[in-house]
């Protein structure tokens, strides 16, 4: 039997390493991404009344095959919106007598916010009740069917579009049961600001009836659709959804999209905060490198993925739809109720409330610190030492711990810096595997290093090394309980992920006390690897998929941001959580300051790799770097109407940290075309050329050709001025007429002012001086009217008092373009996905 200094063989080392990358690579990594096996066609006659993949997959065919849906084109306006009946009115001749089947389609005009108009955009709803149904509140069941400009938007939304139509299938055909009505929404318009769900629940008469809604959307394209959010007063509805077949949920992802670290929206917010609704927001998020791009196709669709997201949004159906808590009126009788909701592996989903888990994690830290002071009692009293030297050596071990952990955050933030400095930062974009040794090695050689040094400086100690290092796991805990409870203070529901290893460790350490195995040799390290298991899985569960989720929202996340920064963070947390007890079980092997300084020679190679052309962060159509680029034609008009500008100008929107490639064909066009420099100094671009085009995010081109742009160029039309009841007020009235995209953009002039106009009269007491305002149609163009009341200036208007400017944007429509702006985009590398377009912006003075 091995005695308390002796040490294990350093090639063990490497099978204990071994085992946790098999642990990893077989259970978590398959679990991750496992998919259901799809039912097909001929699966039909044996699977009755379940949810049939290939029928979804055929719609979601269908609806691609229009190529992208944009709010005003006839893809979305007419071709979607008859597929959509279409297939509705298929499904409703194969309903059962059990139901009634109640067909709508909306078309709804409104103001969404105070700077935003939407007109004629179509909803398709139906609602499914069963005949005998009396319930007043409905079950809501929302999905988009439009798309950003490009994109074919298989998963965002059309996966969901497809899998409510298999899903209003199934549920027609049975006989039930059913006790409250299920309205499908298939809203036009989610792109255009969310205006689709808007104009529903504003102005639909079945929106006052829906209490609960299931939220259906994307972020990626395929996998496990994630349950990332959930009305916060709704512990009930988690509860239903523990019960389904493939569970997939985090609390964490909610706080993530809370803290606006996943730069998107959905309509789940209109829905909670407009109407009332309690709910739950699902939404594919693997694969995010293709959202809102071309390459969201249906070809890169698992058509698994639609009976995951089948399965469950049928069983959510079934159990809501029945529920007794929907008897109540939701938003009357219940109050909010916060919860820590997440699942294992997808195995089994857990959720309590916050006050739950307050109690939770308070008990368990109670419990560890209680385990962790008699373990220090047994140890001093079997060394025979007295409480000062072992309460010394305890205190200088917590501190070796605390440096530990410093080096463990501050190591890594380094390198990410260094990275970003050296300009290869996203070196893991297409290449996730260098995240490993650039940020996870790091971190697990600053856990180990100084730990390793202090016990070989300290061998001689009177303290045995197993419990030295016992001494260190003790320390680890005693600095993640403190956490847990500051967390837990600031009502921080992901507090539970810094408790789960509090939990799993307390439970090892009682069991050693019970057993007195941490007397016995190396016989204490058996409790604690059985106890890791489980807190290392979950964690390398969790890391796998939110690393999933940030890796491509880097690359649509603008470029003020760092992104290593915060997949370095990521990395750093993890390594806490999972390894944290495991590290000092490598100082029970020989050589063990050498072992752990190969994580540290792991890092230096991988850097040295991030920096060649393996780390180069984009692959062609895999994960392609992303820029919006608009030709545009800028005049501005005089009093007396004639031109005091007339430009032209090629705009570049940059969306992730590398801005050199557009910086590049920038230069090498300005360059061929003598035009003036790269314009990225926001101060020099507003000083020497303002353009309403300009954001600190855009770079531009000055072109000497101006865009081609189409007959229904937006025109402003002043139609009548009246002098209101004061002389120095006039009341401008005017219609615009123009392409489905189009802004208004409103300045008074000092000392001019606007009293009143037809917009939202809240924005004109906020003290602006200039104001936008998007405007954007979908089925009906006819002219958009508003009026402003203006008081006049003492000039009585002779110089100008009012500035309007109007923007319009052709999105969508297939229009010749400029040979320039041609050349211009076949420029950029074919690693690039670009969303271009055309637009104009003039300019009057009244």
Not at 2 to 24: D, P, Q, S, V
Not at 412 to 422: G, K, N, S, V, W
Not at 673 to 695: G, H, K
Not at 778 to 799: C, R
């Amino acid at each position: 039997m091995l005695r308390g200094n002796e040490k294990l063989n350093w090639y063990y080392a490497a099978c204990f390493t071994a085992f946790w990358i098999m642990l990893y690579a077989a259970i978590v990594v398959k679990q991750v991404y496992h998919l259901p096996i799809p039912l097909t066609h001929k699966d039909a006659a044996t699977h009755a009344g379940e949810f049939i993949a290939e029928r979804a997959q055929d719609f979601l065919l269908k609806l691609t095959s229009l190529g992208p849906r944009v709010v005003g084109s006839e893809a979305n306006e007419v071709q979607a919106v008859k597929l959509l009946m279409d297939e509705i009115s298929e499904i409703e001749n194969q309903k059962s007598d059990y139901f009634d089947f109640e067909v709508d389609k909306q078309v709804v005009s409104d103001q969404y916010s105070a700077t935003r108009l939407y007109q004629s955009v179509q909803n398709v709803m139906v609602k499914l009740s069963a005949r005998t149904s009396k319930s007043p509140n409905y079950l809501l069941i929302n999905s988009h069917f439009d798309s950003k400009p490009t994109s074919p938007g298989a998963s965002d939304d059309g996966a969901m579009v497809s899998v409510m139509l298999e899903l209003l299938r199934v549920l027609a055909a049975s006989n039930g049961p059913l006790e409250h009505p299920i309205v499908f929404l298939f809203n036009g318009a989610e792109e255009e600001v969310l205006s689709g769900s808007v104009g529903f629940v504003r102005q639909h008469k079945w929106a006052k009836n829906c209490k609960v809604v299931i939220n259906l959307d994307a972020a990626g394209s395929g996998g496990r659709e994630l349950l990332f959010r959930s009305a916060a007063n709704s512990p009930w509805l988690i509860n239903y959804y523990s019960r389904v077949p493939h569970p997939f949920t985090n609390v964490l992802a909610e706080e993530l999209f809370q803290f606006n670290l996943i730069p998107s929206d959905t309509d789940f917010r209109v829905f909670r905060n407009f109407g009332r609704m309690q709910g739950l927001d699902l939404a594919y998020a693997y694969n995010g490198y293709v959202y809102h791009t071309k390459f969201d196709s249906f070809s890169v669709f698992p058509k698994a993925s639609l009976q995951n997201t089948g399965d469950n949004v049928l069983s959510l159906a079934k159990s809501i739809g029945n529920a007794p808590e929907m008897r109540n009126t939701m938003t009357s009788n219940y109050q909010p109720e916060y919860l820590i909701f997440f699942d294992f592996l997808g195995w089994f989903v857990l959720s309590y409330t916050l006050n739950t888990s307050i109690i939770i994690n308070l008990v368990v830290c109670a419990a560890a610190l209680v385990a962790i002071a008699i373990s220090l009692y047994f140890v001093a009293t079997k060394a025979n030492l007295s409480w000062l030297p072992f309460t010394t050596y305890c205190l200088h071990t917590l501190i070796i711990q605390i440096l530990s952990l410093v080096l463990a955050t501050g190591i890594p933030l380094l390198i990410a810096y260094f990275m970003d400095i050296i300009g290869c930062s996203m070196s893991w974009f297409s290449a996730n595997w260098l995240i490993c040794g650039l940020y996870f090695c790091p971190a697990f050689f600053a856990l180990g290093i100084c730990p390793a040094i202090f016990l070989e400086s300290t061998k001689k100690h009177v303290l045995s090394l197993n419990f030295r290092i016992q001494l260190f796991m003790h320390s680890h805990c005693l600095l993640l309980i403190i956490l847990t409870i500051t967390l837990t203070f600031l009502h921080i529901r992901s507090a539970y992920m810094c408790m789960l290893p509090v939990f799993f460790y307390a439970a090892a350490l009682i069991v050693n006390l019970i057993t007195q195995l941490h007397y016995i040799g190396h016989w204490f390290a058996i409790p604690v690897i059985m106890s890791q298991i489980m807190p290392f899985m979950y964690f390398t569960y969790i890391a796998e998929y939110i690393f999933f989720i940030l890796i491509p929202v880097s690359g649509r996340n603008g470029s003020s941001t760092n992104p290593d920064l915060v997949i370095s963070l990521v990395a750093i947390i993890i390594t806490i959580l999972c390894s944290g007890f495991l590290i000092p079980l490598y100082f029970l092997f020989r050589k063990a300051r050498s072992i752990i300084t190969c994580f540290l020679a792991a890092t230096v190679v991988f850097i040295i790799l991030a920096s060649t052309p393996i780390g180069a962060p984009y692959t062609a159509q895999l994960a392609p770097q992303r820029y919006s680029i608009q030709h545009t034609n800028q005049i501005y008009h005089n009093l007396d109407g004639s031109t005091r500008s007339n430009e032209s100008a090629i705009y570049v929107y940059q969306q992730d940290r590398h801005t050199e490639t557009a910086e590049d064909v920038i230069n090498r066009f300005g360059a061929i075309y003598e035009a003036s420099v790269v314009c990225n100094d926001p101060s020099t671009c507003l000083q020497n050329r303002p353009s309403i085009f300009y954001s600190p995010n855009s770079l531009w081109l000055p072109v000497n050709e101006s865009p081609i742009i189409p007959r229904e160029k937006p025109v402003l039309t002043l139609t009548s001025t009246t002098v209101l009841n004061s002389t120095n007020t006039r009341r401008y009235n005017y219609t615009l007429t123009g392409p489905d995209h189009m802004a208004i953009f409103i300045e008074p002039k000092t000392p001019a002012k606007i009293v009143n106009w037809s917009f939202d009269e809240a924005i004109l007491a906020t003290g602006r001086k200039n104001f936008a305002i998007t405007f954007s149609y979908g089925v009906d163009s006819k002219a958009f009217e508003f009026f402003i009341d203006l008081e006049h200036t003492t000039n009585n208007g002779s110089l100008g008092n009012l500035e309007i400017g109007i923007a319009g944007n052709w999105i969508h429509q297939k229009i010749q373009r400029a040979q320039i702006y041609e050349e211009f985009l076949k420029s950029f590398p074919d690693y690039v996905a670009s969303v271009s377009w055309i637009a104009s912006y003039e300019s009057w003075l009244f």
